[in-house]
Every structure is written in structure tokens, then in C-alpha cells.
């Protein structure tokens, strides 16, 4: 069992400008010239002053967190299944994150904090003006996350329906009383000058977004320009969108690919959900990240189907790859405003397979690596060497292949620096 960590130790890692902000959102008032130890220590008092304050602030995900903490031993830590969210109560110092294995980590929280806010937990779940800050955060995180980057005119769109009232000054007052008490909305805001900025200027960022926030919304701007409304989302949806482990974005082939993955290819229900997230959360860095030998959506396939029990057989292939297709163009996209790719043919993702073969080029080469990548998880090879590749036979020598065609291979090189290298 590890040592539980004291609040005041954990907010060690916390520098001069992150602490006098979350201070500053906290409520807490500080003198900025006071050294960085009288600093960390005004923080740490003013939490534990008042543990009831800081559960009217955090979002539902983490007083999740806190509530798991009631079964947990001291310092044992909470496991959660998520390596893209970073809980508002790491982000404070108010607890520790350590990523156990690939896709999971561990939140452990201060131990002085968490005797203190376990008493109270329970109450600030059920309580009236609780539950109603955390569905307006929970509309807010769905919507950010479907579109990106959202306003406060669209928020307050939706913040009506949830009041049912179409009042706007009402959904205005709302929506900063709100503001005021949401470390979830902090964590979120963003603008280019945030001193300056009027509230119509401020956006809400996805807490999945690109690492430069100014670049996405640049992203999102030039390629929507041509897309003069928004598409409109059902509060049900937002909801699900929110996600505390992972969004369920709206989708309507979900269903179906979930299916082809849990009972034909064998995978749970668990690692069927984080495939469909992955394939979302990839498709979103699609202008940030770019794979340059196979498109994206193959790599999930490769994953997807080497990760369950059945053996990759040609027609299994051609169905995940017909199946993935259609989830992937009906997901929500930033860059459309929301809009699919089935709503925007030329954003689409078409599988190109060859009408002489079971398999085109590139779904035999995914087919080969697939299996090479779970022989090497099972420690039954080692990695290729690039140096022999190079040598290896070529089947399309002789064939009339120009040396700046495609490689026939499906590597997405050109030939000549590919199979046909040294020809």
C-alpha cells in the first residue's frame, strides 16, 4: 500500500501561475508577492478551511471519484478508465494521477482532503442547486466536445431547453450564477486575451481538444466557413456526450458497429466502447496528427481485429472495414459544425478495395502487420529490421509500375522508394 500524500505535498507540484489562478477561482484572495511556499500553504489552509465549498465547485466526474473513495483504503487510490480526461482535482493538486498500464490510470486524493469531503459527499450529490450547476456543466462538455470550440450564445441556446424557459436574460443570469461556482467551466475557458475579452468573445474548449487551442479553432474556422448553421443536438444526447469515462457521441451506426465488434469479432463491451471512442477522439486530431502509411481508420481495424478471439479471415476484414466506414462518417465532425461526413459526401471515408482480389493492397498489408503486431505483444518476434525490408522479394518486379505510382504494396510510399527501390 502506498504512503498517503498530504494535501500540502501534493500542492508542491503546483507553480506560481497556476496556483494564484485556481486560487483566484477558488475564491480564495492572495497577495501575489508572497513567496512560493507562503503561497502553497494560504492554498492548502483555504481548502481544508472549508471542504463543503470545494464539493459545490467540482464537477460530477470527479465527486464521482470521491464517492469510490468511501469503499478505498487510505492511499490506495481509485482506479479510472480514462487516460484523456485529467480530473479537475489533479489539475488543482488536490490529488495525484499515475497511469498504471496503457489505457488506465489511478487518482489518488490528499488524504487530510479526503477524510474531510467523504462526510459531505452524499449531500453534495443531492442537493437542488448542486444537481442543477452539474447538468448545466454536463450540457456544456457534451456540446464542447461535439463541436469543438462552442460560445456562449450557443450554450445559453441549450441552457434554455434545460430551463425550459425561453427567457434569454434569464438563461444569461443563469449562466454566470453558474460560472461563478464551476471549477469545470474555469478548467474549460478560453479566449486570446482573456483580460480583455467581452463575454461573447470567451469559447469553451473541449477537454479533449487539440494542445494548441488557438491552431483548432483556427482549423475549425477555415474548414466550416462554408457551413452557415449548426446542427441541431437533442439535451439527451449532450448528456450522453458528456461522458465520465468516455463520450458516447451521436451516432447512428453505434449500434450496429458494436455489435459486429462484441459478437462477431469477440471483443467485450468495454474494449468495443473504447474502440469507438478512440476511432472519435482520433478523427478529431485529424488536423493535428497525420499516420503517412495507411489511412487512420485502417490502424482501428488492424486493433480492433487482432484484439478479439476469431481469426482475421478476408471476408471478416471486408465487413469490419464496411462497418467501421459507416460509423466513422456519421460521427459528429468539429470542422463541419457538427455535421457528419454522410452529410458532406467529400469528407467521407470510402474503403478502396480491388475488384480483382478478396483484399485490396492495403488490406493485405494491414492484414500482415496486424498479425505482426500481436506476435510482438506476445513476445513471439522481435521488430522488423528496416534493413532487410528493403531487400526482401518484390512480386511486382517486372510489372509495369511507374517509379512515382503508389507502391502496389499499400505502404502509401511511392514505389520507387519502396518495392522498388534499386530497380
Known amino acids: 500500500m502506498k504512503q498517503a500524500k498530504t ?8 507553480q506560481r501561475k497556476e496556483l494564484i489562478r485556481y486560487a483566484s477561482n477558488l475564491g480564495m484572495e492572495c497577495d501575489e508577492t508572497w513567496d512560493i511556499s507562503k503561497l502553497r500553504k494560504a492554498y492548502t489552509e483555504f481548502i481544508l478551511s472549508d471542504p463543503k465549498k470545494l464539493l459545490l465547485m467540482l464537477p460530477k466526474a470527479d465527486l464521482d471519484i470521491i464517492r469510490k ?19 479537475i482535482m489533479v489539475l488543482y493538486g488536490l490529488a495525484d494521477m499515475e497511469l498504471l498500464e496503457e489505457d488506465f490510470v489511478t487518482i489518488t486524493i490528499a488524504e487530510d482532503l479526503r477524510q474531510l469531503l467523504i462526510p459531505h459527499i452524499d449531500w453534495a450529490l443531492e442537493y437542488e442547486h448542486n444537481q442543477q450547476r452539474m447538468s448545466v456543466e454536463i450540457i456544456v462538455e457534451g456540446l464542447a466536445n461535439i463541436l469543438g470550440i462552442v460560445t456562449q450564445d450557443e450554450i445559453r441556446k441549450y441552457l434554455k431547453l434545460l430551463m425550459q424557459n425561453d ?36 469559447r469553451f474548449v473541449s477537454r479533449y481538444g487539440w494542445e494548441d487551442k488557438r491552431k483548432m479553432e483556427q482549423f475549425i474556422a477555415q474548414h466550416s466557413k ?29 449500434e450496429e458497429f458494436m455489435h459486429f ?28 496528427y497525420a499516420l503517412d502509411d495507411m489511412p487512420m481508420e485502417l490502424h482501428f481495424l488492424s486493433h480492433a481485429l487482432t484484439a478479439g478471439k476469431q481469426e482475421l479471415t478476408d471476408r471478416l476484414a471486408e465487413e469490419g472495414m464496411q462497418h467501421l466506414a459507416d460509423f466513422a462518417n456519421n460521427l459528429p465532425l468539429w470542422h463541419l459544425r457538427g455535421f457528419t461526413a454522410a452529410d458532406y459526401p467529400t469528407e467521407s471515408f470510402v474503403p478502396k478495395l480491388s475488384t480483382k482480389e478478396p483484399l485490396g493492397p492495403m488490406l493485405r498489408k494491414l492484414k500482415k502487420e496486424a498479425y505482426l503486431m500481436t506476435d510482438i505483444l506476445n513476445g513471439k518476434t ?20 511507374g517509379r512515382n505510382d503508389p507502391c502496389p504494396c499499400g505502404s502509401g510510399m511511392k514505389y520507387k522508394k519502396c518495392h522498388g527501390k534499386g530497380l
Not at 492511499?75 to 480530473?87: F, M, S, Y
Not at 462484441?262 to 488536423?287: D, M, P, R
Request: hydrophobic share 35%.
Open 382 to 401: 522481435s521488430l522488423p529490421n528496416h534493413a532487410e525490408s528493403s531487400t526482401e522479394e518484390n512480386p511486382w518486379e517486372g510489372q509495369k509500375i
Open 167 to 202: 427567457n434569454d436574460k434569464e438563461a444569461v443570469k443563469a449562466f454566470e450564477i453558474i460560472r461563478q461556482y464551476s471549477l469545470l467551466l474555469d478548467s474549460m475557458e478560453y479566449a486570446g486575451d482573456l483580460e480583455n475579452a467581452e463575454n461573447e468573445d470567451i
Open 69 to 87: 473513495a468511501k469503499d478505498g483504503k487510505a492511499g490506495e487510490g481509485i482506479d479510472r478508465v480514462n487516460d484523456h480526461l485529467t480530473p
Open 7 to 14: 494535501l500540502l505535498k501534493i500542492v508542491q507540484r503546483l
Open 226 to 254: 462554408k457551413i452557415d448553421s449548426m446542427r441541431e443536438f437533442s439535451l439527451e444526447e449532450l448528456a450522453k456526450a458528456s461522458g465520465i469515462l468516455f463520450p458516447f457521441i451521436p451516432n447512428p451506426k453505434m
Open 261 to 288: 465488434l462484441t459478437c462477431q469479432i469477440g471483443l467485450s463491451e468495454a474494449s468495443a466502447h473504447i474502440v469507438c471512442f478512440n476511432l472519435w477522439y482520433y478523427k478529431i486530431h485529424y488536423g493535428e
